[in-house]
């Protein structure tokens, strides 16, 4: 039984630890890793290899959150990532070798995070799979010093310039800058205006306030900022601050229970101004919630991603067959996310392979290498530069519950004015 089937015919802790277990019963042996050795050598065909690649087998690490705040979008990317390596597989599997994904479920505890890295990381040539801003944050060193290729599911600004730590897409402060751009452009804001901006603690929060603080300065507009925890479920509080601040639109740097919750509570109170939150402060599942008809009318969503329900052939294929393996699972921008990952990591480990070296040095060399990676998903990708996110365009969507993952395009991946010009003086 896989991973991803026993995930979906159970729940709970107790779920996904058996099914860690199961994944570690059934790896086999390789060799391990960390500091100083590696444990490359040269295989019958030739490749250099390390930790977590063997004659027959290509194995790659999860670090994700089952059972936590965001249990919701760790299932959907688990999910789509193993339906990635069976669909590989199925065509041979990659250098002449299966490739099999490990997960462990952190909670979105970090103190687990690194215990559970302390395991799995021996085994594994490269994690396709982090969720948690805070999790990578206390992992940072370890996966620099480990030569570890990372894609986290998490965008904050401070994950750059780590050699083999890829962040995909856009950054938050990227995210804000185009989401502050949308609200000048088409929703009236003038200069003078302020606008609210409620986010979650920490370097989710802190770099997604970053960026709508500078294009807030560059649009003569003032920003009130509200931090909130990720245990904060009910923003009445928040939502009076923002009407005694007199805003005339929001930005949600948060989970999808907050961005909820803020639109629900500002439409009863008469708060009646555009929201424009991150990817990650949405979730399908709002949309059968009786906050269901405020998010329609007010909110919008800036993604680095089209919908799931994108008419790109790449992502319509992706869909399909991800309902057909997974039919009583959401569809969601985790799956997108999640799928979008693995593609692009299997395209650098094949890139790796062609270079003979799938050690782990070898695979972040291959991935670095490339500057235009498109694995059809709508999401063209720059991996040269370590210093800058892969991508500067953004979509804007916006909730409809008639769709598959309940967001629609409103506008398609654009550069917001002054992108560059902020990550020069970031950078710098």
Partial sequence: MTLTRFLHRTTGTAAAATA???????????SKAGGGDTGDRTGADGVRTGPGVTSTTLTLGALTDLTGPYATLGRSVVQAQQLWADEVNAKGGICGRKVEIRVKDHGYDVQKAVAAYAELSPEVVALPQVIGSPVMAALLDDLTRDSMLTFPQAWAGSLLGKEPVQVLGTTYDVDMIAAVDFLTREKGLRAG???????????????????????AGKAGLKVTGLKIKATDTDLSAQVSALRTAGVKAVLVSAGPAQTASLVGVAASRGLDVPVVSSAPGFAPQLMRTPAAPALAGSLHVVSAAPPVGSDLPGVRAMAAAYGKEF???PLDSGVLSGYNAARLMGTGLAAACEAGDLTRAGVVRAHRAQSSADAGLGMPQDFSDVARPASVKTYVLKPDAEVPGGLVTVEDAREAPGVRAYLDARAG
Avoid: M, N
């Fill in 20 to 30: 860690a277990l199961l994944l570690l019963a059934s790896a086999g042996c390789s």
């Fill in 327 to 329: 039919p009583d699972s």
């Fill in 193 to 215: 205006d302020t606008i609210g901006h409620v986010y979650f603690e920490g370097d989710y929060g802190a770099g997604a306030l970053e960026g709508s603080s500078w294009a």
